[in-house]
């Protein structure tokens, strides 16, 4: 089928070849906001001319979800086991998340697939 999946540390990959379509799901809201340009810098440099990146993840309406003991894109989360875990969590604003990339060079639409979670898809616009 061609298909190849590569396993790294995605702010730290660097692919041998350049990819038509990259998607991801429930990992742009774990991206740390200082972190989001560059996130969609190294995207572009992914992508072949004319590529695009999918996205699915929890809407912001989502957040009460989530406790945020003290900064606000750290929440914790506990397991049914009783462990907690810290972890980053910026839940996505569609308007704003759009306005963002547009600023970066990108297009983007994001739509609301009538439940907790948003569907994405950008392009760079160069």
Known sequence: YGVRFEVADV??????????????????????????????QQLRGLLVGGGRVLFVDEHLDERAKESYPADAQIAERELRDGRRFRIVKNFIDPKAVTSQLAELGWRCEIERDGSDWIVGAARPAI
């Open 11 to 40: 702010f730290e990959f660097a692919a041998p070849s350049r990819f038509d379509t990259i998607f991801f799901s429930a990992w742009l809201s774990h991206v740390p906001l200082d972190r989001f340009a560059g996130f969609w």
